[in-house]
């Protein structure tokens, strides 16, 4: 199970269902968030790989998703950005129920 899934069910656990796993945000940029809530504009994005040098964390890797977030925000989405470690100490469900309840 991933990250985003096991978010995903943490989320759905405490009744917050809606919840899009490798959601295409753009209609024609190829990007997506690792899970989001469309309802809301809500974006979910879990920074794998960032003590190993993973691809989040190099060059080419880092500026794209600097170009993927931007453009997100100019669309009208809130990203929150997580690492797998704040999934599993309940810190990322924590937030993300909290921005939900702001935008309802």
Known sequence: MTAAEMLKAQLEQRGIHGGELEYRFHPVRRFRFDLAYP??????????????GGRHT???????????????????????????QDVKDGIAVRQIIEALEVTE
């Open 39 to 52: 309802s809301t504009k809500l974006a979910i994005e879990i920074e794998g790989g960032i003590f190993t």
């Open 58 to 84: 190099r060059g080419a890797g880092y500026r794209r998703d600097m170009g993927k977030y931007n453009l997100a925000t100019l669309m009208g989405w809130r990203v929150l950005r997580y690492t797998p």
